[in-house]
Protein backbone atom coordinates (compact mmCIF):
# COMPACT_ATOMS: atom_id res chain seq x y z
CA UNK A 1 0.00 0.00 0.00
CA UNK A 2 0.99 3.79 -0.83
CA UNK A 3 3.07 5.67 1.90
CA UNK A 4 0.41 8.06 3.23
CA UNK A 5 0.26 11.71 2.07
CA UNK A 6 -0.35 14.45 4.03
CA UNK A 7 -2.90 16.72 2.08
CA UNK A 8 -3.08 20.23 3.79
CA UNK A 9 -7.11 21.17 4.07
CA UNK A 10 -8.62 24.62 4.16
CA UNK A 11 -10.14 25.69 7.18
CA UNK A 12 -12.83 28.34 8.18
CA UNK A 13 -14.34 29.05 11.35
CA UNK A 14 -18.21 28.72 12.78
CA UNK A 15 -20.21 30.98 14.89
CA UNK A 16 -20.87 28.34 17.79
CA UNK A 17 -22.01 28.91 21.33
CA UNK A 18 -19.67 31.13 23.01
CA UNK A 19 -17.47 31.57 19.99
CA UNK A 20 -15.47 30.63 16.76
CA UNK A 21 -15.33 26.69 16.00
CA UNK A 22 -12.30 25.49 13.91
CA UNK A 23 -13.31 23.16 11.02
CA UNK A 24 -11.20 21.79 8.17
CA UNK A 25 -12.64 21.16 4.15
CA UNK A 26 -11.00 18.34 1.88
CA UNK A 27 -12.27 18.06 -1.48
CA UNK A 28 -15.35 19.86 -3.08
CA UNK A 29 -17.60 17.01 -4.07
CA UNK A 30 -21.55 17.11 -4.01
CA UNK A 31 -21.66 14.70 -0.77
CA UNK A 32 -20.81 16.06 2.25
CA UNK A 33 -19.36 13.85 4.92
CA UNK A 34 -18.85 15.76 8.59
CA UNK A 35 -15.93 14.31 10.52
CA UNK A 36 -15.71 14.42 14.66
CA UNK A 37 -12.36 13.04 16.66
CA UNK A 38 -11.77 11.62 19.91
CA UNK A 39 -11.26 13.19 22.98
CA UNK A 40 -7.56 14.18 23.07
CA UNK A 41 -7.21 15.04 19.15
CA UNK A 42 -7.92 17.08 16.55
CA UNK A 43 -9.32 17.58 13.15
CA UNK A 44 -6.14 15.93 11.66
CA UNK A 45 -7.01 13.07 13.00
CA UNK A 46 -9.07 12.02 9.69
CA UNK A 47 -5.76 13.02 7.31
CA UNK A 48 -5.61 9.73 5.77
CA UNK A 49 -9.27 8.93 5.14
CA UNK A 50 -9.66 12.47 3.44
CA UNK A 51 -6.32 11.41 1.34
CA UNK A 52 -8.12 8.00 0.42
CA UNK A 53 -11.10 9.69 -0.77
CA UNK A 54 -9.54 12.26 -2.65
CA UNK A 55 -6.96 9.47 -4.49
CA UNK A 56 -10.07 7.77 -5.52
CA UNK A 57 -11.99 10.61 -6.76
CA UNK A 58 -14.53 9.72 -4.58
CA UNK A 59 -17.74 12.63 -4.81
CA UNK A 60 -17.26 14.02 -1.61
CA UNK A 61 -16.59 16.66 0.71
CA UNK A 62 -14.91 16.07 4.14
CA UNK A 63 -15.09 18.67 6.71
CA UNK A 64 -13.63 17.81 10.21
CA UNK A 65 -14.37 19.56 13.02
CA UNK A 66 -11.85 20.89 16.30
CA UNK A 67 -14.36 20.08 19.04
CA UNK A 68 -14.12 23.31 21.38
CA UNK A 69 -11.48 22.85 23.60
CA UNK A 70 -9.13 21.19 21.00
CA UNK A 71 -6.85 22.87 18.27
CA UNK A 72 -8.12 25.76 16.58
CA UNK A 73 -11.21 25.83 18.81
CA UNK A 74 -9.31 25.42 21.88
CA UNK A 75 -10.59 29.30 23.67
CA UNK A 76 -14.02 28.14 23.12
CA UNK A 77 -15.99 27.77 26.59
CA UNK A 78 -17.46 25.16 28.06
CA UNK A 79 -20.45 23.38 28.97
CA UNK A 80 -18.18 20.43 27.22
CA UNK A 81 -19.48 16.88 26.88
CA UNK A 82 -21.09 14.87 23.62
CA UNK A 83 -24.20 16.96 23.96
CA UNK A 84 -22.41 19.96 23.28
CA UNK A 85 -20.52 18.90 20.73
CA UNK A 86 -23.45 17.37 18.73
CA UNK A 87 -24.78 20.88 18.61
CA UNK A 88 -21.89 22.25 17.53
CA UNK A 89 -22.15 19.74 14.12
CA UNK A 90 -25.49 20.72 13.69
CA UNK A 91 -24.49 24.32 13.85
CA UNK A 92 -21.68 23.70 10.88
CA UNK A 93 -24.36 21.87 8.79
CA UNK A 94 -26.58 25.04 9.54
CA UNK A 95 -23.39 27.42 8.59
CA UNK A 96 -22.91 25.62 5.50
CA UNK A 97 -26.43 25.53 4.81
CA UNK A 98 -26.23 21.53 4.38
CA UNK A 99 -29.96 19.54 4.11
CA UNK A 100 -28.25 15.91 5.48
CA UNK A 101 -24.84 14.49 5.76
CA UNK A 102 -23.09 11.81 6.41
CA UNK A 103 -21.21 12.00 10.15
CA UNK A 104 -18.10 10.02 10.75
CA UNK A 105 -17.18 9.79 14.22
CA UNK A 106 -13.73 8.13 15.85
CA UNK A 107 -13.64 7.02 19.54
CA UNK A 108 -15.45 10.05 20.99
CA UNK A 109 -16.13 11.16 17.85
CA UNK A 110 -18.39 8.55 17.43
CA UNK A 111 -20.83 9.07 20.38
CA UNK A 112 -20.81 12.72 19.59
CA UNK A 113 -22.44 11.94 15.97
CA UNK A 114 -24.57 9.07 17.76
CA UNK A 115 -25.77 11.77 19.55
CA UNK A 116 -26.29 14.34 16.97
CA UNK A 117 -28.69 11.65 14.92
CA UNK A 118 -30.54 11.57 18.10
CA UNK A 119 -30.88 15.30 18.05
CA UNK A 120 -31.25 16.46 14.68
CA UNK A 121 -32.34 13.23 12.83
CA UNK A 122 -33.40 14.98 9.83
CA UNK A 123 -30.19 16.22 9.26
CA UNK A 124 -28.03 12.86 9.46
CA UNK A 125 -28.41 10.35 6.37
CA UNK A 126 -26.12 7.77 8.00
CA UNK A 127 -22.99 7.41 10.23
CA UNK A 128 -20.20 5.97 10.24
CA UNK A 129 -18.50 5.13 13.75
CA UNK A 130 -15.01 4.28 14.24
CA UNK A 131 -14.01 2.36 17.66
CA UNK A 132 -17.27 4.25 19.81
CA UNK A 133 -20.23 4.65 20.10
CA UNK A 134 -20.99 1.81 22.47
CA UNK A 135 -20.80 1.85 25.80
CA UNK A 136 -17.01 1.63 27.14
CA UNK A 137 -16.85 -1.05 29.80
CA UNK A 138 -15.69 0.18 33.10
CA UNK A 139 -16.32 -0.23 36.91
CA UNK A 140 -18.11 3.24 38.28
CA UNK A 141 -18.16 3.12 41.88
CA UNK A 142 -20.32 5.92 43.38
CA UNK A 143 -17.55 7.49 45.01
CA UNK A 144 -15.73 7.33 41.98
CA UNK A 145 -12.99 10.52 41.30
CA UNK A 146 -13.88 11.66 37.44
CA UNK A 147 -10.66 12.06 36.30
CA UNK A 148 -9.31 8.81 38.30
CA UNK A 149 -12.49 6.84 35.67
CA UNK A 150 -11.37 8.68 32.61
CA UNK A 151 -7.53 7.74 33.58
CA UNK A 152 -8.36 3.86 33.90
CA UNK A 153 -9.58 4.48 30.27
CA UNK A 154 -7.21 6.73 28.34
CA UNK A 155 -4.88 7.02 30.96
CA UNK A 156 -1.58 7.48 28.31
CA UNK A 157 -4.07 10.23 26.32
CA UNK A 158 -4.33 11.33 29.43
CA UNK A 159 -1.31 11.70 30.76
CA UNK A 160 0.10 13.51 27.60
CA UNK A 161 -1.71 16.26 28.33
CA UNK A 162 1.00 17.43 31.47
CA UNK A 163 3.54 17.08 28.97
CA UNK A 164 5.82 19.92 28.01
CA UNK A 165 8.65 19.90 24.74
CA UNK A 166 11.53 22.09 24.02
CA UNK A 167 10.35 21.76 20.74
CA UNK A 168 8.15 20.39 18.46
CA UNK A 169 11.01 17.58 16.77
CA UNK A 170 11.12 16.71 20.55
CA UNK A 171 7.21 15.36 20.73
CA UNK A 172 7.60 14.21 17.40
CA UNK A 173 9.96 12.13 18.77
CA UNK A 174 8.11 10.87 21.68
CA UNK A 175 5.23 10.11 19.27
CA UNK A 176 7.19 7.83 16.98
CA UNK A 177 8.35 6.00 20.38
CA UNK A 178 4.55 5.41 20.78
CA UNK A 179 3.37 1.58 20.99
CA UNK A 180 0.09 2.31 18.44
CA UNK A 181 1.01 5.67 16.68
CA UNK A 182 5.29 5.03 16.32
CA UNK A 183 7.13 3.08 14.81
CA UNK A 184 5.48 1.37 11.61
CA UNK A 185 2.34 3.07 11.97
CA UNK A 186 3.74 6.56 12.13
CA UNK A 187 3.72 8.75 8.85
CA UNK A 188 3.68 12.29 7.24
CA UNK A 189 0.21 12.33 8.43
CA UNK A 190 0.61 11.36 12.06
CA UNK A 191 3.32 13.87 11.78
CA UNK A 192 1.62 16.75 10.60
CA UNK A 193 -1.54 15.83 13.26
CA UNK A 194 1.54 15.81 16.19
CA UNK A 195 2.63 19.23 15.16
CA UNK A 196 -0.81 20.92 14.89
CA UNK A 197 -1.45 19.52 18.09
CA UNK A 198 0.87 22.22 20.08
CA UNK A 199 1.02 25.30 21.26
CA UNK A 200 3.87 27.74 22.56
CA UNK A 201 4.12 30.67 25.10
CA UNK A 202 7.61 31.40 23.17
CA UNK A 203 9.96 28.88 24.97
CA UNK A 204 7.81 25.46 25.57
CA UNK A 205 5.71 23.44 23.76
CA UNK A 206 2.95 21.42 25.50
CA UNK A 207 -0.90 19.65 23.52
CA UNK A 208 -3.41 22.30 22.85
CA UNK A 209 -5.54 20.33 24.40
CA UNK A 210 -8.13 21.64 27.25
CA UNK A 211 -7.45 19.02 30.42
CA UNK A 212 -11.07 20.98 31.88
CA UNK A 213 -12.86 19.80 28.20
CA UNK A 214 -11.29 16.45 28.21
CA UNK A 215 -12.55 15.69 31.91
CA UNK A 216 -15.63 17.10 31.24
CA UNK A 217 -16.36 14.74 28.06
CA UNK A 218 -14.77 11.51 29.66
CA UNK A 219 -17.50 11.83 32.75
CA UNK A 220 -20.63 12.65 29.40
CA UNK A 221 -19.01 9.33 28.05
CA UNK A 222 -18.50 7.19 30.29
CA UNK A 223 -20.88 8.01 32.47
CA UNK A 224 -23.91 9.90 31.25
CA UNK A 225 -26.11 6.80 30.39
CA UNK A 226 -28.17 9.23 28.20
CA UNK A 227 -25.28 10.29 26.23
CA UNK A 228 -23.46 6.96 25.91
CA UNK A 229 -26.11 5.38 24.64
CA UNK A 230 -27.53 7.09 22.14
CA UNK A 231 -26.63 4.26 18.79
CA UNK A 232 -29.38 2.25 21.00
CA UNK A 233 -32.00 4.96 20.12
CA UNK A 234 -31.72 6.07 17.20
CA UNK A 235 -32.69 4.69 13.67
CA UNK A 236 -29.99 6.13 11.10
CA UNK A 237 -28.48 3.30 9.20
CA UNK A 238 -25.14 2.77 11.08
CA UNK A 239 -21.68 1.17 9.90
CA UNK A 240 -19.36 0.53 12.69
CA UNK A 241 -15.96 -0.15 12.53
CA UNK A 242 -13.96 -1.66 15.16
CA UNK A 243 -10.21 -2.13 16.32
CA UNK A 244 -9.15 -5.85 17.46
CA UNK A 245 -6.30 -3.64 19.74
CA UNK A 246 -6.27 -0.69 22.21
CA UNK A 247 -4.85 2.31 22.51
CA UNK A 248 -1.15 1.42 23.35
CA UNK A 249 -1.62 -1.63 20.74
CA UNK A 250 -2.18 -4.51 23.21
CA UNK A 251 -5.21 -6.96 22.78
CA UNK A 252 -8.25 -6.63 23.50
CA UNK A 253 -9.82 -3.43 21.99
CA UNK A 254 -12.17 -1.19 23.51
CA UNK A 255 -14.87 -3.29 22.65
CA UNK A 256 -15.18 -7.46 22.74
CA UNK A 257 -16.48 -9.40 19.65
CA UNK A 258 -19.49 -11.09 22.25
CA UNK A 259 -20.24 -7.19 22.57
CA UNK A 260 -20.33 -5.72 19.37
CA UNK A 261 -22.47 -9.24 18.37
CA UNK A 262 -24.65 -8.68 20.59
CA UNK A 263 -25.52 -4.79 19.77
CA UNK A 264 -26.03 -5.90 16.08
CA UNK A 265 -27.92 -8.43 16.84
CA UNK A 266 -30.20 -6.25 18.80
CA UNK A 267 -30.50 -2.88 16.73
CA UNK A 268 -30.94 -3.67 12.81
CA UNK A 269 -29.93 -0.61 11.57
CA UNK A 270 -26.37 -0.89 12.84
CA UNK A 271 -23.78 -3.25 10.56
CA UNK A 272 -20.22 -3.70 12.21
CA UNK A 273 -16.85 -4.85 11.16
CA UNK A 274 -13.90 -5.73 12.72
CA UNK A 275 -10.80 -3.89 11.03
CA UNK A 276 -7.86 -6.88 11.51
CA UNK A 277 -4.63 -5.48 12.48
CA UNK A 278 -5.57 -2.26 13.80
CA UNK A 279 -5.37 -1.08 17.19
CA UNK A 280 -7.56 2.46 18.42
CA UNK A 281 -5.23 4.70 16.92
CA UNK A 282 -4.28 3.18 13.23
CA UNK A 283 -8.11 2.70 12.37
CA UNK A 284 -8.08 5.85 11.17
CA UNK A 285 -4.28 7.27 10.85
CA UNK A 286 -3.03 4.13 9.30
CA UNK A 287 -3.46 3.21 5.50
CA UNK A 288 -5.07 -0.05 6.47
CA UNK A 289 -7.50 1.27 8.52
CA UNK A 290 -8.25 4.34 7.11
CA UNK A 291 -9.34 2.67 3.36
CA UNK A 292 -11.63 0.56 5.44
CA UNK A 293 -13.38 3.65 7.12
CA UNK A 294 -13.10 5.36 3.65
CA UNK A 295 -14.74 1.62 2.09
CA UNK A 296 -17.71 2.53 4.64
CA UNK A 297 -18.10 5.85 3.91
CA UNK A 298 -18.54 4.99 -0.09
CA UNK A 299 -20.53 1.60 0.92
CA UNK A 300 -24.20 3.03 1.01
CA UNK A 301 -25.43 6.39 -0.87
CA UNK A 302 -24.00 9.67 0.40
CA UNK A 303 -26.28 12.26 1.52
CA UNK A 304 -26.60 14.93 -1.17
Known amino acids: MVAPMWIEPTTLTVPVDGGQLRVARWGSGANVVL ?6 ANHRSFGEVASQLLDRGTDVTLYAVDHRGRGGSVSLPGPYGLAAHARD ?3 VLDHLDVGSATLLGHSMGAFIVAVAAELAPSRVERLVVVDGALPIPVELPDDADVEAVVRSVIGPALDRL ?20 GGRYFNDVTDAYVRYDLTTDGSIWRPNVSKAAVLDDGES ?12 RIHAPTVLLWAPRGLLDEPPGLFSTEQVDEVVARLP ?12 YSIVFGPHGAAQVADAVESEPLAT
Open 221 to 232: TLVDTEARTALE
Open 269 to 280: HVRAAQVTDANH
Open 89 to 91: LVA
Open 162 to 181: DRTFASPDECVAMWQEHSAV
Open 35 to 40: ASHGIT
